[in-house]
């Protein structure tokens, strides 16, 4: 079977792409001493940082809303989780050997391939999404709360369970994007993407001109896009930095 792709989703995922190119730029900026910013404390980087996420999950839930309504089978949807956990597994490899100390163990990519099973074993919730994302997110606060409540649950800080998202201190890692709460802003994606196609399917066929086509040709390739950039990066700095 054929699956028609939207270039307006596509497009939507490209805006989080070169959003995020430009994030990862100035970090990338920062770290080799071109500037001198606080990305894990300022607002300012933080809450773009924020915003990107939501935005990549958001769209990767509207994306799931299409897959199950264009009925995707579950080996084709094995064959694309099986890249998204494989390209997590390189994330950590290489993050490992820039940032020993700090190697991305569950990024962006990782919580992506947990996420991306949950939703699609809950597709059929319908309404229900809505309150599970809720419910999702305010746990983040509810946790905080409990631990300070209750100092023995702790142990929700360790490595081996803080991917949960059930702590009260961040840990040390370059990249971190937990369950909880960010599986609710995938739970939105898949509910508002389900309610599109039943109420309002014209959105995802709109028009997007050229810069939008442009967009969109990014945003279809956005895993390999994501494995490729950053070393671009980092390779483009270093030579300039060679050079000087």
Not at 168 to 181: A, G, M
Not at 219 to 244: D, E, N, V
Request: proline fraction near 4%.
């Amino acid at each position: 079977m054929l699956f028609r792709r939207f270039d307006s989703l596509d497009a939507l995922r490209g805006i989080a792409i070169v959003w995020m190119t430009a994030y990862h730029f100035c970090f990338d900026l920062n770290h080799f001493g071109y500037l001198q910013q606080n990305f894990y404390t300022d607002p300012f980087w933080t809450w773009q940082r924020s915003a990107i996420v939501s935005l990549f999950l958001f769209t990767a839930g509207l994306g799931q809303a299409v897959a199950v309504q264009q009925s995707q089978t579950w080996p084709r949807f094995w064959r694309r989780w099986a890249q998204v956990a494989g390209s997590a597994l390189l994330v950590s490899a290489g993050s490992y050997a820039m940032y020993p100390q700090s190697f991305i163990y569950f990024g962006v990519l990782h919580g992506l391939a947990v996420m991306l099973l949950i939703v699609r074993l809950t597709a059929g919730w319908g309404r229900w999404l809505w309150f599970l994302g809720s419910a999702a997110i305010a746990m983040k606060f509810v946790a905080i709360g409990a631990h300070a409540v209750w100092p023995g649950i702790d142990f929700l800080n360790q490595n081996l369970l803080n991917w949960l998202g059930l702590i009260s201190r961040k840990p040390v890692t370059e990249d971190y994007v937990p369950l909880i709460p960010w599986l609710g802003v995938m739970w939105w994606g898949m509910a508002a993407g389900s309610w599109a196609l039943r109420r309002r399917p014209h959105w995802f066929g709109l028009q997007t001109g050229p810069a939008g086509r442009a967009l969109a040709g990014l945003g279809r390739w956005s895993l390999s896009y994501y494995l490729l950039h950053q070393p671009l990066l980092i390779g483009l700095l270093m030579a300039i930095g060679a050079l000087k």
